[in-house]
């Protein structure tokens, strides 16, 4: 069996490689999104492989899935300017080619070395979990123990849309109708879609799922939409459209200036907890020991009155 | 503590956090309600001076604040930390963001407002979190935070050459952050930690550090743009709109290179088997001194020039790298005066910029050898792209003569003539370049042009960053122990 | 092993063939519709029989239940998705193969 | 051994992606270049983590979602900025502009 395993290991590495390679290479454009695509599936299979389903999930509706519809549409729109999307086939050239690998034998070393005994922090977030509210480890990574980068990375995908709202995209224009087929699909298809989002965030909680793949479920229902022509009221696309995109990050900032608001007294529960917990305790040179006029201070002066 | 006592309701108080989240709920706002946008804009850039000094009082005297950020702190939680060295680039950043800010609000139209106010504050926030970050991850989100806000800014004026400026733009920051997170990943898996405080303690001589130095180093200097990786910086910096290419110019570049000084001082410098590396950056910057003054004295282009000059200027930034004290570890003094050119190349950089803007507002053009007598017809620009020139020239009595003056006495005293020449020949180049362009403010052209009006506002503060370069060189000792602070205290966090 | 899992286990090695088939259609087919021919055998019925195989296993109804959903699902996407590429094809005048 | 294949594989992703994004001229091909540099990273951030027998470490898998959401980000922005290129100059392509359009008339 582990025979087996080992060869599946191998074969799946080398067609990722493999599709990688195609999807650079092949001189038809399209054909490439479509092997990327495809390079995105593998993805997600690795990532099952490498006992990551969270990630695995992310992947395959946002990397493969988003990601893929954005470019096949890019594509599409590409065509239609007049601009010549046929290059002349690149060449190979061997500098780069030899320098690149050089370089990349020297990565593989150093990451081979780092295999035996790679360190981590699977001990801490096991021993917090409790605290966090969920149980799924990974959702309390993302949403409690680095929520701030969870915010911030909220804040890249409103900017992103702003940026391309700012370079005034040409609106898609309306291509010749889908058909029945695709439209009924359509209607049969998003209420499940809604379903399946919001079983997602639902499970996320204790299972694999979560936000970010329930709201990349959500963008492929909307993409699904647009390819079957369906556009927004223009009455929907001002104010309220704004209104719809900013509410999640708007959200999560309230948390956070909540967060801020109440934080002397946060800062000094987490100092008092954290002693029990943190193996760096143990290193007397670390931040923890030599900070904190600022947050330990008010802790304690009110314990002083 | 009677004294830690009174000063604890001030110092209490979140200032880091707001600082962060001010900016980043008003460009949220901003984006909401495109009408209301400039009112925050503008309320929000003024809003950092008096937050920056709420946190100035509240990290003197100690040796940085921490903060554990929802309470969990390192190794499984973030990290916000505020010491003097962010304080160095946060106080750059407050200043000449409110100067662009204000300068900004006269240069564009209504229908860009409304993007450039949203895309700043994203800009701003994403810079001010860079800052405060003590955490390696983060860190690498923020510096995603503010590349894609940067390419948005810079194609911003649309035009083919802003755009593919932009494009250029966004490819190198994209590779430079992935670069980085690559060496992330190493360092993560070596030592189990993102944190730097602990990073500093765990962190050993071995492949993958070696290895993540380098790719770190690499993915940082080419969002730096050193030499040989400057490729794509006059490109999107000259085409961009005047406000954006000093923001570009005075903040973005000067974020990645933050990184790479607290890389260096808190974690590579102490291993010891890193002064290859250092010699290597050093030289680069030599590279990028000559190469990019020689480039900035053949442009025909007032903003092209400027941009070229950037490229040079960066170079300075690298010569403390191979500077090394007695006992092997960075030499104190080279990186004091690295810091005060930071500060100083800002504020001179984006009144040069700012002051192209106005050329290019006024003729129409920025062709060097068009400039049309504008030293009578606009005396408050001319005297801007002067005083900021005398700076980066390197020429007394401005911030950039102390900070040059300083990195060559350090220099000197570890007998480093090549660093020494190549200081003084890229001070006479800079000097050529930017006496070229003033000499053509004096000449009539050949043909003339249909001149515009520049609003004031845009005159006065161009000449009012420019004002402060210069203070900056008039009463060094007044800042200087800040900045010797800024040094010590990482290099000493490191060797505890 | 039991019968059940020899059930499963020949209902597994059926789907692989179909989708083995399936896959060599695809490649070795004249045209789009026959090809399009080819790949749905091995979305419907393969993917049918994987599923069922994978029930017998799974030993528990909310499973199973849900492996046949994905199946209806595949059913109805590949149904449509087969249908719109013939008739792109179609719409662009790509020529039905003849010998 | 799983570790080794897929972490070696990350590598080989990498050096893909820095091949395609300096040879290859077509803005499109270079941004699936950069999505496949990124995978190639994540891949090692985390098959590094795992040990076996042991439950994987968590923290790089929410790093590696966060990634992904902030490619997906960085791809949409470059796809627009693509046809705007096009739009412009009729090539989706960083051409440099050639000589006498580096003094534009404004």
Known sequence: MNLLQTGFDGLLALGLIWLAWRALACPDLFRGIVLFIAFGLLMALAWVRLEAPDVALAEAAIGAGLTGALLLAALARLNRTAAAQTLPREAWRSGPALLLVLAGAGLGLAVLSLIPEPAGLQAQVAAEL?????????????????????????????????????????????????????????????????????????????????????????????????????????????????????????????????????????????????????PADRDPGHPVHRRHPGSAVPGLAARRR | MPEGVSLSALAALPWDAVLILLPLTGAVAAGLWPRSARPIGLLVSAGGIPILVGLGTAVAGTDGLHHAVGGWGAPLGIELRADALSLVFLATTALVGLGVALYADSYFEPTLARWFWPLWLFLLGALNALFLSADLFNLYVTLELMGLAAVALTALGGGRAALTGAMRYLLATLLGSLVYLLGVALLYHATGTLDFGLLGQRLEAGPASRTALGLMGAGL?????????????????????????????ALVVKASFYILVRLWLELFAPLAATAATGQVLGLLGMAAILWGSWQALRQPRVKLLVAYSTVAQIGYLFLAFPLLSAAGLPDAAAWRAVLWLVLAHALAKAAMFLAAGNLLRFGGHDRITDLDCVAQRLPLTVAAFALAG??????????????????????????????????????????????????????????????????????????????????????????????????????????? | MTGPDYL???????????????????????????????????????????????????????????????????????????????????????????? | MTAAFYALAGVALVVLGLYGLSVQAHLLRKLLAVNILGSGVFLVLVSLGGQPGAAPDPVPHAMVITGIVVAVSATALGLVLMLKVAAASGRPTLDDAPKEDRCPKE
């Open chain 3, 8 to 99: 499963s286990a020949l209902l597994l090695l059926a789907g692989a063939l179909f989708f083995l088939a399936g896959t060599l259609g695809l490649l070795r087919f004249p045209d789009v519709y026959t090809r399009l021919h080819a790949l749905t055998k091995a979305d419907n019925v393969g993917l049918g029989l994987i599923v069922l195989g994978l029930a017998l296993q799974s030993g528990s109804w909310l499973v199973a239940g849900k492996l046949v959903l994905i199946w209806l699902l595949v059913l109805l996407a590949g149904a449509s998705v087969a249908h719109l590429i013939a008739r792109g094809a179609r719409q662009r005048g790509i020529p039905e193969w003849r010998r």
């Open chain 1, 130 to 278: 409790g605290r966090s509210g969920v149980s799924n480890p990974v959702t309390a990574v993302l949403l409690n123990f680095r929520g701030y980068d969870t915010l911030l990375e909220l804040l890249v995908l409103l900017l992103a849309l702003l940026a391309a709202w700012s370079l005034d995209a040409d609106p898609p224009r309306r291509e010749a109708p889908a058909g029945a087929v695709l439209d009924m699909l359509l209607r049969l298809l998003l209420p499940v879609l809604v379903l399946a989002a919001a079983y997602l965030l639902w499970a996320g909680a204790h299972a694999p799922g979560g936000a970010f793949q329930a709201g990349a479920v959500l963008g492929a229902a909307g993409v699904l939409a647009l390819l079957a022509g369906w556009r927004l009221q223009p009455h929907l696309t001002g104010t309220p459209l704004r209104l719809a995109v900013t509410i999640g990050p708007g959200g999560f900032l309230l948390v956070a200036w909540a967060f801020a608001a109440g934080r002397p007294a946060a800062a000094g529960i987490s100092a008092g907890t954290r002693r029990r917990s943190d």
């Open chain 2, 390 to 496: 005398v700076s980066i020239a390197g020429l007394p009595p401005t911030g950039g003569f102390i900070g040059k003056w300083l990195l060559l006495e350090a220099a000197l005293l570890q007998g480093r003539w090549d660093l020494v020449t190549v200081m003084l020949l890229g001070g006479l180049l800079a000097a050529g370049y930017v006496f070229k362009v003033v000499g053509h403010f004096f000449t009539p052209a050949a043909t003339r042009h249909e001149a515009q009006r520049v609003p004031a506002r845009m005159e006065w503060t161009a000449l009012g960053l420019a004002v402060l370069a210069l203070l900056l060189g008039l009463a060094p000792g007044i800042l200087l122990p800040w900045f010797d602070s800024a040094v010590v205290m990482p290099m000493a966090g490191a060797r505890q």
């Open chain 2, 221 to 249: 200097a080419l969002k730096t743009a050193l030499f040989p990786f400057h490729f794509w910086l006059p490109p999107a910096h000259a085409s961009a709109p005047a406000p954006v290419s000093a923001l570009l110019s």
